[in-house]
């Protein structure tokens, strides 16, 4: 059973580029959660989804950011027109329904210059 | 909405003492509380959880307690080895929340040999 899959691990935009990190959460969960980490400091709730639902995006910028959980696939963050604040690791974790335990994908580590 | 905060922000000690990091939340309807460890560039890993109705949970040399009327809950390390050099985070969730975890600010755990 593979653990939570996030890929790029790193990627590089330029100022007014888009983003799109992808996570595939483990088998059998159902639930996904995308967390925002800058750098020295904790982690960040931005939005938790399930399958073609997002539930809550109470902590996701309203402008540039939107993410999605379809039927298939992966569950996709979008970041439009990165801005150098925009550079930070972004963490995706899944738990199962009715679970609590969160586990977390490695990360993608996003830089913008 | 949850308020978690986390003391001390770094933490340094020799091999074989015990290491404490205490955490305090806000919201009264939080109910699980997991404990994560962050090495450099890695992801969070989940070390040990402890949910409402118990108040203290063990695994080797790891225990965690939970104070519910005061709202505090605790991470001890006990015989520490330079291994257990991390970023600690502690976390608070609620079912009713939809269990995204609020996270404190982390500890910066120091092993000395």
């Known amino acids: 059973n593979a653990g939570v899959m996030q890929n790029p691990r790193h990627l590089v935009r330029r100022r007014g580029q888009e983003a799109r990190l992808r996570c595939s959460p483990m088998?059998?969960?159902?639930?996904v959660y995308w967390y925002r980490q800058l750098p020295e400091e904790g982690l960040k709730f931005m939005v938790y989804l399930q399958k073609e639902n997002i539930i809550d995006e109470s902590g996701m910028p309203k402008e540039r950011f939107s993410a999605e959980f379809p039927k298939e696939g992966p569950s996709i963050l979008r970041i439009q027109q990165v801005v150098r604040g925009d550079s930070a690791a972004y963490f995706c974790?899944?738990?199962?329904?009715?679970?609590?335990?969160?586990?977390f994908g490695q990360g993608t580590r996003l830089t913008v210059v | 909405g949850e308020n978690v905060e986390q003391h001390p922000s770094t933490l340094s000690v020799q091999e074989g003492d015990s290491a404490v990091i205490k955490c305090t939340y806000s919201?009264?309807?939080?109910?699980?509380f997991p404990w994560y460890k962050q090495e450099l560039g890695k992801r969070p890993q989940l070390i040990i959880d402890?949910?409402?109705?118990?108040g203290e949970k063990k695994d080797q040399r790891i225990a965690v307690t939970l104070n519910k009327t005061a709202k505090h809950f605790s991470l001890h390390i006990t015989e520490t080895q330079p291994e257990d050099s991390a970023v600690y985070f502690c976390?608070?969730?609620?079912?009713?929340?939809?269990?995204?975890?609020?996270f404190g600010g982390g500890t910066r755990l120091m092993v000395k040999p």
């Open positions: 974790a899944s738990s199962p329904v009715g679970g609590t335990e969160a586990f």
């Open positions: 088998k059998g969960h159902s639930h």
């Open positions: 976390a608070a969730s609620s079912n009713n929340a939809g269990n995204m975890l609020t």
């Open positions: 919201d009264s309807a939080s109910n699980y």
């Open positions: 402890i949910r409402s109705n118990v």
